[in-house]
């Protein structure tokens, strides 16, 4: 009660004054009444405010137009540079903004004035001082610019995941179709400057942190689970493109002398699973709609997907190494760390084709799948995947498990697939694999180098040419 009481005087000064400073310390009493709404970690898993903010009508009739006054001055000044004292005001005014979106009624609303679009002017710039490196801004404190800046992304998930889903996945919740048709309230509208603005945050990105990186993937996802008809427009080839790109630099690694130190982790990158997560849910959503709807089709996103799978980056690497040594002298070599990690990735990606299977058009996807030509990419990966081990021996537990998630999402592509679908939907370039009489020794003439693979590929190869003959192409 004192505070609301406190809250009124101040704004009356606001008002009698016209005096900015007390408009901002109206802002900071506002914001420390509700601090536990401003849960912009997106790592954390989602939970429910305590005091729950009010509703915009009552809150000052005219605080609404406040906002957008002081957002685009600020707006205005941030190309020239902000003042410390303005960037404050304007952290202030996202704060404030993410706070009453926390009341969800409020979100629809909010979603469709101009702020969305002051907040990403503002963000952009700062991100691109943040991508560009010399000397000078080296010795810059960039903290408050990359405060803004996850600030500004968590506005972006209030507004288009309101309900926190993509959280509640991420931290292994799956809300259930009950609960999901419980939520009241939709999310805002997208904005039609996301996909230009998360396009352009990873172009000549390579000195952005890697932390804000993941925000970004975060918000991505955010949108994705938030909402079917957002999720529609933000899936398109230039977003496709950023998460595929973001997936080979970690399957291909970093040739810079500075990232050296990533080269000795074994673990696969947080960045490289939350775009596996991304890619879970576009494929997921992408089913869930028609095909005049969609800007990107399935087939076309699991292509590049099994492109990047059965990808040799030690070839890459190397190219790129020979390219930069003249400049820059010795450049690291790739060790037993990058080829246990490159395992771990494949194994990653293979669960993730298995998650993608956990939807509701499960018959649907795996036709496409079949259409997709995808065991003869299973296959392809069973034969290269011996290459790993020769060169990196520690990654045999790692390598065995990649053979068994491979034939176990074989087996769950086809496992429920209707008879009467399956004709059409075998790749005719399967016939070449189903030997009249094929035995293991011919088989195992062509992989020697792993006996395991081998014997997999024989229990795939054995299982497709069953399946076939009961099911022969018309």
Same mark, same amino acid.
């Given at each position: 009660?004192?505070?609301?009481?406190?809250?009124?005087?101040?704004?009356?000064?606001?008002?009698? /004054?016209?005096? #900015?400073?007390?408009?901002?310390?109206?802002?900071?009493? !506002?914001?420390?009444?509700?601090?536990?709404?401003?849960?912009?970690?997106?790592?954390?898993?989602?939970?429910?405010?305590?005091?729950?903010?009010?509703?915009?009508?009552?809150?000052?009739?005219?605080?609404?137009?406040?906002?957008?006054?002081?957002?685009?001055?600020?707006? @205005?000044?941030?190309?020239?540079?902000?003042?410390?004292?303005?960037?404050?005001?304007?952290?202030?005014?996202?704060?404030?903004?993410?706070?009453?979106?926390?009341?969800?009624?409020?979100?629809?609303?909010?979603?469709?004035?101009?702020?969305?679009?002051?907040?990403?002017?503002?963000?952009?710039?700062?991100?691109?001082?943040?991508?560009?490196?010399?000397?000078?801004?080296?010795?810059?404190?960039?903290?408050?610019?990359?405060?803004?800046?996850?600030?500004?992304?968590?506005?972006?998930?209030? *507004?288009?995941?309101?309900?926190?889903?993509?959280?509640?996945?991420?931290?292994?919740? @799956?809300?259930?179709?009950?609960?999901?048709?419980?939520?009241?309230?939709?999310?805002?509208? *997208?904005?039609?400057?996301?996909? #230009?603005?998360?396009?352009?945050?990873?172009?000549?990105?390579?000195?952005? /942190?890697?932390?804000?990186?993941?925000?970004?993937?975060?918000? !991505?996802?955010?949108?994705?689970?938030?909402?079917?008809?957002?999720?529609?427009?933000?899936?398109?080839?230039?977003?496709?493109?950023?998460?595929?790109?973001?997936?080979?630099?970690?399957?291909?690694?970093?040739?810079?002398?500075?990232?050296?130190?990533?080269?000795?982790?074994?673990?696969?990158?947080?960045?490289?699973?939350?775009?596996?997560?991304?890619?879970?849910?576009?494929?997921?959503?992408?089913?869930?709609?028609?095909?005049?709807?969609?800007?990107?089709?399935?087939?076309?996103?699991?292509?590049?997907?099994?492109?990047?799978?059965?990808?040799?980056?030690? +070839?890459?690497?190397?190219?790129?190494?020979?390219?930069?040594?003249?400049?820059?002298?010795?450049?690291?070599?790739?060790?037993?760390?990058?080829?246990?990690?490159?395992?771990?990735?494949?194994?990653?990606?293979?669960?993730?084709?298995?998650?993608?299977?956990?939807?509701?058009?499960? #018959?649907?996807?795996?036709?496409?799948?079949?259409?997709?030509?995808? !065991?003869?990419?299973?296959?392809?990966?069973?034969?290269?995947?011996?290459?790993?081990?020769?060169?990196?021996?520690? +990654?045999?537990?790692?390598?065995?498990?990649?053979?068994?998630?491979?034939?176990?999402?074989?087996?769950?592509?086809?496992?429920?697939? #209707?008879?009467?679908?399956?004709?059409?939907?075998?790749?005719?370039? !399967?016939?070449?694999?189903?030997?009249?009489?094929?035995?293991?020794?011919?088989?195992?003439?062509?992989?020697?180098?792993?006996? *395991?693979?081998?014997?997999?590929?024989?229990?795939?190869?054995?299982?497709?040419?069953?399946?076939?003959? /009961?099911?022969?192409?018309?």
């Amino acid at each position: 009660m004192a505070s609301n009481e406190r809250l009124y005087e101040v704004w009356m000064l606001y008002c009698t /004054k016209r005096d #900015p400073d007390y408009f901002k310390i109206w802002l900071e009493i !506002f914001i420390s009444s509700y601090e536990q709404c401003l849960d912009v970690d997106f790592e954390k898993p989602p939970s429910r405010p305590e005091e729950v903010p009010p509703v915009l009508t009552l809150l000052p009739d005219n605080i609404l137009q406040v906002l957008r006054h002081q957002l685009l001055q600020c707006v @205005q000044k941030a190309s020239d540079g902000l003042e410390p004292e303005q960037q404050n005001l304007a952290l202030l005014l996202l704060k404030f903004l993410i706070i009453i979106c926390r009341n969800l009624s409020n979100v629809e609303e909010i979603g469709t004035c101009s702020y969305i679009n002051h907040i990403i002017t503002m963000t952009t710039l700062y991100i691109q001082q943040l991508k560009s490196r010399t000397k000078e801004k080296e010795m810059m404190d960039h903290s408050q610019a990359e405060d803004f800046v996850r600030h500004s992304l968590a506005f972006c998930e209030s *507004l288009y995941d309101p309900y926190r889903n993509w959280r509640h996945r991420t931290s292994r919740e @799956q809300l259930g179709t009950i609960e999901r048709g419980r939520q009241k309230y939709k999310a805002a509208p *997208l904005t039609v400057e996301f996909v #230009p603005f998360f396009y352009q945050c990873f172009q000549e990105s390579e000195h952005l /942190k890697e932390s804000l990186k993941c925000c970004l993937l975060h918000l !991505f996802g955010a949108i994705v689970a938030g909402d079917q008809r957002n999720a529609l427009l933000a899936i398109s080839p230039a977003t496709m493109e950023v998460l595929m790109r973001v997936l080979a630099d970690s399957y291909m690694g970093s040739c810079s002398s500075d990232e050296a130190e990533d080269w000795e982790s074994e673990a696969v990158s947080r960045m490289s699973l939350l775009t596996l997560g991304c890619l879970r849910e576009v494929v997921q959503c992408l089913l869930a709609s028609s095909s005049d709807q969609r800007q990107v089709e399935i087939a076309s996103v699991l292509e590049n997907y099994f492109k990047l799978l059965n990808s040799d980056p030690a +070839a890459v690497v190397a190219g790129k190494q020979q390219q930069q040594q003249p400049a820059k002298g010795q450049v690291p070599t790739l060790g037993r760390q990058w080829e246990i990690r490159f395992v771990a990735l494949q194994v990653q990606m293979l669960d993730t084709i298995r998650d993608m299977f956990l939807c509701s058009d499960r #018959p649907v996807l795996q036709a496409i799948f079949l259409n997709s030509n995808c !065991f003869e990419h299973l296959i392809r990966l069973l034969q290269n995947s011996k290459l790993v081990n020769a060169r990196c021996t520690a +990654a045999d537990k790692d390598q065995k498990d990649i053979t068994n998630n491979r034939l176990q999402t074989g087996e769950r592509d086809t496992q429920v697939l #209707p008879k009467k679908s399956h004709p059409n939907y075998l790749p005719c370039s !399967f016939p070449h694999l189903l030997l009249p009489d094929p035995t293991p020794t011919e088989t195992h003439a062509t992989l020697q180098q792993d006996h *395991l693979i081998a014997m997999r590929l024989i229990n795939i190869s054995n299982w497709i040419r069953r399946w076939w003959k /009961k099911h022969p192409a018309v």
